[in-house]
């Protein structure tokens, strides 16, 4: 409650103020460049308000990110917004997806969102000869190596997204089998293109994204949740739940957390996501604050 108040205040301070700035011609090379130096001074202030927060939401923001992402603004206007998110298992970062997705919806900014699940390679040769998906597991198959995932595909799907090309992605069966059906679910390039998965730090789509968000969450909270989801919601008894969580654990290890010093935010996976969605609010409302 007590970020969501300080939040407000901050956002509050945006909304009212009679100081508005006039608009520059973002067409033009010095109105982006105006623009980028303007939200990089924004960022700063928000993170120094973050810091102070009883449980802030940015961890870490690697300290380059300001100017790439300048560079980016400036050089290439009309490319679209690329954010990548990825976290181990459980660490919340399907429930911060949907949360940017529901604000940035809400203030009427065109958004799609895309998994890297449905990226899996199609094993349903590999079940039918092992005779089920837990015993291929069983017999040493890595389904969260990258070698798992359709990378060229995704890769050559995000670049087109990026160029304003209408996708249709492959769809992966979560029902056992391992089928892949190739070019089978529609995706529309919108202004910002929202990409959820461990497969969004791999080396052979990483460098695709503009903003890459890494979700970190306590341990213990991850493990709380993955085995309540997966006896509630999943009707899985509570020794096989044990067994897939610490397999997602090793694999994370190995897979997903190598990568988070490639991310440039490090976000709180326990932070209240109320208090996150007045974040991107407040990053709304200063780009659309101008005169």
């Known amino acids: 409650m007590e970020n969501d108040n300080i939040m407000q205040l ?20 010095t109105g982006r460049e105006f623009l980028a130096f303007y939200l990089h ?22 300290p ?6 300048s560079r980016r603004l400036i050089t290439n206007p009309t490319k679209r917004f690329l954010i990548g998110i990825t976290g181990e298992s459980a660490s919340g970062k399907s429930t911060i997806c949907k949360a940017i997705k529901t604000v940035i919806s809400e203030l009427s900014m065109p958004v799609s969102i895309l998994s890297t699940d449905n990226y899996f390679n199609d094993i349903s040769k590999l079940i039918s000869q092992y005779g089920s998906f837990d015993k291929l597991i069983e017999s040493g198959y890595d389904i969260d190596a990258p070698s798992s995932f359709q990378l060229d595909v995704l890769r050559r799907d995000l670049l087109d997204l990026a160029e304003g090309l209408d996708i249709k992605a492959p769809a992966y069966l979560p029902n056992g089998t391992g089928i892949s059906i190739p070019a089978s679910l529609p995706v529309s390039s919108e202004k910002f293109v929202i990409v959820e998965g461990t497969a969004t730090m791999f080396d052979a789509v990483r460098d695709v994204f503009d903003i890459k968000l890494y979700v970190e969450s306590d341990n213990e909270i991850r493990k709380k949740r993955f085995m309540q989801r997966a006896c509630e919601e999943r009707n899985q008894t509570l020794e096989n739940a044990r067994q897939q969580w610490n397999y997602l654990e090793s694999a994370g290890c190995h897979y997903v957390r190598p990568h988070r010093n490639s991310a440039d935010f490090i976000l709180n996976g326990n932070s209240d996501l109320g208090y996150f969605s007045q974040i991107l609010e407040y990053l709304y409302t200063i780009t659309n604050s101008f005169q």
């Open 41 to 62: 001074a924004k960022l700063k202030q928000l993170i120094a308000y973050d810091k102070r927060q009883a449980e802030p939401m940015i961890i870490e923001m690697n």
């Open 10 to 29: 901050l956002l509050d301070k945006e909304t009212n103020s009679s100081d508005k700035l006039l608009k520059p011609d973002f067409n033009s090379r």
């Open 64 to 69: 380059s990110f300001p100017n790439s992402f």
